[in-house]
């Protein structure tokens, strides 16, 4: 089973910039899909981020032209690039793979790891 470990969050001003990390620990391209979730307090956890194992990136309307999904294959590493962050980003921002089983795609998630954006 996959393990996945978070890095990068913290408190940063409406404005500012973030770049967390996700490092696997399997070739990431074992997985069909990885990318970010998020869930903020009281609210249901959130599509960020995704990256086909192809290189298609797909984006929350909300994050769309301030954050960027990239990725190291060597490093197998997953990163998000948010800029330009707002209050409203404020979560806990997890890592996800998706590998596909035949029948579905089966979930991995990281820990989590806290983004504030405040003042």
């Known amino acids: 089973q996959v393990q996945l470990v978070e890095s990068g969050g913290g408190l940063v001003q409406p404005g500012g910039s973030l770049r967390l990390s996700c490092t696997a620990s399997?070739?990431?391209?074992?997985?069909?899909?990885m990318g970010w979730y998020r869930q903020a307090p009281g609210k249901q956890r959130e599509l960020v981020a995704t990256l086909t194992r192809g290189g298609a990136a797909n984006y929350g309307d909300s994050v769309k032209d301030r954050f960027t999904v990239s990725r190291d294959t060597a490093k197998n590493t997953v990163y998000l690039q948010m800029n330009s962050l707002k209050p409203e980003d404020t979560a806990v921002y997890y890592c996800n793979v998706k590998q596909w089983t035949g029948s579905g795609y089966e979930d991995y998630w990281g820990q989590g790891t806290q983004v504030t954006a405040s003042s």
């Open positions: 399997v070739h990431i391209f074992n997985y069909e899909i």
